[in-house]
């Protein structure tokens, strides 16, 4: 299999690019878990540790989904990309603005006092979790998503094949864009600001990222089984359908102990309790879709495909779920229960979901029809046996926390210093365990295709 | 159902929830000022310092944020002004143990905080943190309290100090205090603390009466417990 339009291979800029940040995300994370045991371990503090940690899993995501949709956009419209200069343009300015946002978290890392207000805002970090990026770095980002998509647009006006994965997937992407802008204005009040900043950070995840899933999935389920278009875009309506359903009026999960009216524990508590439904639908409609046809070659492709829809449900929707009613969420609000959960749902559902894309679109780009899968599978099993158990270790310190803190009184400190302890020298082995597995990702990513695929007989 | 119609579902039943998803947030923003105290120009000031030194990315407010520092949501309810202000300008001072770095924090911009912190505890937060159902029955166990160990629980002094697994940790721990302090030096530091530790950062307690001041430094002195590590 190779690419049917040259520009199609844009798209492996920025798979490098996320899978350069993944290793570094990674890295930092091993940090921030060493830090729970022993909070001096490094020359930066812990949140400039834990904010490079997050806004490389944000960045690194946003930039695999950018290459993925440069590669669909163009396959799907049966031609080449509306301007391969603008793209490489785009992806350029992406990589500098990413690395000056970088620059300034340790800059203020080291010296707080360099963190000014310039025009009213914060130079280099705006304090507030997921984005703590500066104004200044917003708007390039948003010139930059623009740039993009106007690019994919324009390369779907020139043979106007408005297919629905295209359809979806972009429509995605521009709610994910507009959905930045909530978090772009200051509020004096903290209950605003939190109020808005969830509708960055959930619709993001719960909304738009969910929408890209969906379109992506079936893509993947086409090309890989040669699934019918007209039953996979069906389904995909369906899922991405029931996401907006249940995720939007879900939001309210998140607005029960802010300082919002009370209402929002009815509103929350129910639609966020259907949100695992769409999930589910996923699984359901990948397993049927394996099941019926069997010609695959990519093997390795679909491997990740399906194991994205397994974790996206168990991570998102089973580990959502336990927290979600009010009654729960009371108690288990703001503690590690809620790290378990944003670890596994992050993985599951978009890690996964980027490898999975990587895995199906790249060999095709290297111009290879078989490629060596071995490193695909031991990469896969060291990454998800490690995070499975750092999940498991954080939900037994989450449920710990959530006892002896939240139920019985101690301090915080002391139950995170005494009780947890061996529960963060657990996270910080397993931690090592997830690196290697990224480790043979990064290095399997960067070989693939370019050895003798007679490998392939010999694994 | 054809392709179309689970099209035209998905875009209009996204278009219906959003649409209810605005309302409700208009309906929200014109109720949270009244379940608020006024915001002053001190308390946004506090917030520009919260934002400035990126306090989110190891306390939670409201529950939201990073798990690796306590929750700020109520703490102007639990400790008094002076200590937070000791503590927030030099953690390691009030607290060896302490694990937050000094940051570099003026005197104005603790105040600021201060006043930031103090109105985020009177926000009405629909009842959360709950209160700890099991707390009241932990330690006492069927016995009778001693005046002392009344005072003890009413005047906060467990917002603080921690005895025998009990109470807060950024003072130290009074679980073996009465082994190590007389009674002398006891009620002279409740009185003054400052004058006993050089730039402390407990309250003083010399509005107690005689009595009281007698009954905490006897429950002080019956703490003589060696504390395990
Ligand atoms: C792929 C989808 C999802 C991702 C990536 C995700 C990720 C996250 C993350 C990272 C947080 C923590 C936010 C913070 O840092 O404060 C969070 C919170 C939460 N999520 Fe999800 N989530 C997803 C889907 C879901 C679903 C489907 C549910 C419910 C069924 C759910 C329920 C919750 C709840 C209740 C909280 C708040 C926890 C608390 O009160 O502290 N999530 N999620
Ligand atoms: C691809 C894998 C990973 C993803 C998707 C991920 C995602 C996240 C997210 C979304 C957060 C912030 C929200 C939260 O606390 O729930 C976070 C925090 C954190 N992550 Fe990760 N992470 C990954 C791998 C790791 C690894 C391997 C480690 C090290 C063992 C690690 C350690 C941490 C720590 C210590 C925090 C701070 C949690 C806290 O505030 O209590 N992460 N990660
Ligand atoms: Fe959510």
Redesign the pocket.
């Known amino acids: 299999m190779t690419i049917k339009h040259e520009s199609q291979k844009i798209a492996q800029n920025f798979y490098t690019f996320a899978v350069l940040l993944f290793l570094v995300?990674?890295v930092v994370?091993?940090i921030?878990?060493v830090q729970?045991i022993w909070p001096g371990f490094f020359i930066l503090n812990f949140n400039t540790i834990?904010t490079l940690?997050?806004n490389a899993?944000v960045v690194w995501l946003l930039v695999g989904f950018m290459g993925a949709t440069y590669y669909v956009v163009s396959e799907e419209s049966e031609t080449e990309l509306w301007s391969l200069p603008l793209a490489k343009f785009q992806f350029w300015a992406t990589v500098v603005t990413i690395t000056a946002v970088v620059l300034g978290y340790i800059i203020m890392g080291l010296y707080p006092q360099a963190n000014i207000l310039v025009s009213g805002t914060q130079l280099l970090n705006e304090g507030r979790e997921y984005i703590e990026a500066p104004r200044w770095a917003d708007i390039l980002i948003v010139v930059s998503v623009l740039l993009f998509l106007l690019n994919c647009s324009m390369t779907v006006f020139k043979t106007k094949k408005w297919t629905g994965i295209q359809g979806v997937l972009l429509g995605g992407l521009v709610f994910l864009a507009l959905m930045y802008l909530p978090g772009m204005f200051y509020t004096k009040s903290m209950v605003k600001d939190q109020f808005w900043w969830w509708w960055v950070v959930h619709l993001w995840v719960e909304g738009a990222w969910e929408i890209i899933a969906g379109a992506l999935l079936a893509f993947m389920l086409m090309k890989l089984i040669g699934a019918k278009r007209e039953v996979v875009e069906k389904w995909m309506y369906i899922e991405v359908g029931l996401v907006m359903f249940t995720g939007i009026l879900g939001t309210g999960h998140h607005y029960y102990w802010i300082g919002t009216p009370s209402y929002w524990l009815w509103v929350g508590g129910i639609f966020s309790s259907l949100e695992p439904l769409p999930l589910l639908v996923m699984v359901w409609d990948a397993f049927r879709t394996t099941r019926e046809h069997r010609q695959v070659t990519n093997k390795v492709g679909l491997f990740y495909a399906v194991a994205h829809a397994i974790f996206n449900f168990v991570g998102a929707g089973l580990w959502g779920i336990i927290h979600t009613l009010p009654q729960v969420n009371k108690w288990t609000h703001g503690t590690?229960i809620?790290?378990a959960h944003?670890?596994l749902a992050?993985?599951g559902a978009y890690?996964l979901l980027v490898m999975a894309m990587i895995y199906v679109t790249l060999p095709a780009i290297r111009g290879v029809k078989e490629f060596n899968s071995s490193r695909a599978y031991q990469s896969f099993w060291w990454l998800t046996i490690s995070?499975v158990f750092?999940v498991l270790t954080i939900t037994g310190a989450g449920m710990v926390q959530t006892y002896m803190e939240r139920l019985m009184g101690l301090d915080y400190v002391a139950v995170k210093a005494n009780y947890n302890l061996w529960f963060w020298i657990l996270?910080?082995i397993?931690?090592v365990g997830?690196?290697v597995g990224v480790g043979i990702f990064v290095v399997d990513y960067f070989k693939l295709g370019k050895e003798p695929a007679r490998l392939k007989s010999a694994a | 159902m054809s392709n179309k119609a689970a099209r035209n579902l998905f875009i209009y039943g996204s278009l219906f929830f959003f649409v209810i998803f605005l309302a409700l947030t208009f309906d929200t923003m014109g109720k949270l000022d009244k379940r608020a105290p006024e915001i002053t120009e001190e308390v946004n000031a506090g917030k520009m310092v919260w934002h400035k030194y990126d306090c989110i990315g190891c306390h939670t407010i409201f529950g939201n944020g990073?798990?690796?520092a306590p929750d700020m949501t109520k703490t102007a309810e639990k400790k008094p002004k002076e200590y937070l202000k000791k503590f927030l300008m030099d953690p390691k001072a009030v607290n060896p143990q302490a694990s937050m770095p000094k940051l570099g924090i003026t005197s104005e911009e603790a105040d600021k905080l201060i006043a930031f912190l103090g109105w985020t505890s009177k926000v009405d937060t629909n009842g959360w943190p709950p209160k700890p159902i099991l707390a009241t029955a932990a330690g006492v166990a069927g016995r009778e309290l001693t005046g002392g160990q009344k005072l003890y629980q009413s005047l906060g002094c467990s917002n603080c100090h921690m005895v025998n697994g009990i109470g807060g940790t950024t003072a130290p721990e009074l679980t073996n205090v009465g082994s190590k302090r007389d009674k002398a030096w006891l009620t002279g530091h409740f009185k003054n603390p400052s004058a006993y530790v050089p730039n402390s950062a407990m309250p003083a307690f010399g509005n107690l009466s005689e009595k009281e001041l007698n009954d905490l430094t006897d429950y002080m002195l019956t703490l003589k417990q060696e504390v395990k590590k």
């Open positions: 995300q990674v994370g091993i921030a878990a729970f834990r940690h997050i899993l590690q809620t790290t944003g670890h992050f993985y890690v995070m750092i996270r910080a397993f931690g997830f690196l | 990073s798990y690796f």
